[in-house]
């Protein structure tokens, strides 16, 4: 996986971010979701790297970048720190501007960096997700029933992470990211023993202060900001047809049209929920034709 791409690690104001690049072009970074790593790109970076400079990186907290203490109210994993992140590891790289896709948490991510620095990011593209304040403000039985880990994640510190420390990596990833009729077939077998390799103390202890960073301080930032502060780049969002993302919202274009004021466009993946693996042909043409124009 990612041959041809470089490793690197570097300290951040906040972490330190372990991530790989390669190819020539425009600056484009990728970004991962729970309970992943970079490597869930592994099935499109390479040929994205044809046409761009791809950085695929770990979000803090995740894979093999650093999990810093969580903070007051959580403050150190919400998406503005993830985001204040990368942005310092493609200013290190020589980047003041480039393009993102996140996909999941890395979505979310990306969706907080384009409101954050509207001046940086050029083109953004979510995919899998309806906007972290809409959810919130939105629930519905059938949300909850697919969706139980954002309510788990959040208790008491101490609790979810004995309980998802206590049984084993490979089991708690199988049961994870093996949706009720796909399964494991879409992961590869390399990416699935990363993710398991990384699944350990401190990515346990780093996703659940991001899932209560979420509940908390980022809740109370996307508040104060809705109806003002918003995407002002063009933007992509794509989502699987089969994810709870797409049975629970269906169409996600009339969602966004409230967090955008650029121009919005994308469509359904006849997959799950994680697209990029799930339906890497799909996406790929898509990331194509949006970040190529």
């Known amino acids: 996986m990612f041959e041809g791409f470089e490793k690197r690690d570097l300290d951040t104001s906040g972490a330190r971010i372990h991530f790989v690049h390669g190819g020539e072009g425009p600056p484009l970074l990728l970004l991962h979701g729970n309970p992943l790593t970079h490597v869930s790109w592994h099935k499109i970076a390479d040929r994205l790297a044809g046409r761009f400079h791809v950085v695929a990186s770990d979000l803090r907290g995740y894979g093999d970048s650093s999990a810093?203490?969580?903070?007051?109210?959580?403050?150190?994993?919400?998406?503005?720190?993830?985001?204040?992140?990368?942005v310092?590891?493609?200013?290190?790289?020589?980047?003041?501007?480039?393009?993102?896709?996140?996909?999941?948490?890395?979505?979310?991510?990306?969706?907080?960096?384009?409101?954050?620095?509207?001046?940086k990011i050029l083109k953004a593209a979510f995919i899998d997700i309806a906007p972290s304040y809409h959810v919130w403000t939105h629930t519905t039985k059938g949300w909850a029933n697919s969706s139980w880990h954002w309510s788990f994640m959040i208790q008491e510190p101490g609790f979810p992470e004995r309980m998802m420390g206590a049984v084993p990596a490979e089991w708690y990833m199988e049961k994870k990211i093996g949706k009720a009729g796909i399964g494991l077939k879409p992961f590869s077998k390399e990416a699935f023993a990363e993710?398991?390799?990384?699944?350990?103390?401190?990515?346990?202890?780093?996703?659940?202060?991001?899932?209560?960073?979420?509940?908390?301080?980022?809740?109370?930032?996307d508040?104060?900001?809705?109806?003002?502060?918003?995407?002002?780049?063009?933007?992509?969002v794509l989502w699987g047809s089969q994810s709870h993302t797409?049975?629970?919202?269906?169409?996600?274009?009339?969602?966004?049209?409230?967090?955008?004021?650029?121009?919005?466009?994308?469509?359904?993946i006849d997959c799950?929920?994680?697209?990029?693996?799930?339906?890497?042909?799909?996406?790929?043409?898509?990331l194509l034709r949006f970040f190529a124009r």
């Open 272 to 286: 799950g929920h994680y697209v990029p693996e799930h339906a890497p042909e799909e996406t790929l043409a898509w």
């Open 68 to 86: 810093p203490d969580a903070g007051p109210d959580n403050i150190n994993y919400s998406f503005r720190a993830m985001a204040q992140d990368q």
């Open 246 to 268: 797409g049975k629970n919202y269906g169409d996600l274009l009339p969602v966004w049209k409230d967090y955008c004021t650029g121009s919005l466009t994308g469509g359904a």
């Open 195 to 221: 993710y398991v390799r990384c699944f350990n103390e401190k990515t346990i202890r780093g996703s659940c202060a991001d899932y209560r960073a979420c509940a908390t301080c980022d809740f109370e930032m």
């Open 88 to 119: 310092e590891v493609m200013a290190a790289l020589g980047y003041k501007q480039f393009f993102v896709a996140g996909h999941d948490r890395g979505a979310r991510t990306a969706h907080r960096m384009a409101q954050d620095h509207p001046d």
């Open 223 to 236: 508040k104060a900001d809705f109806g003002k502060v918003k995407v002002q780049c063009p933007a992509l």
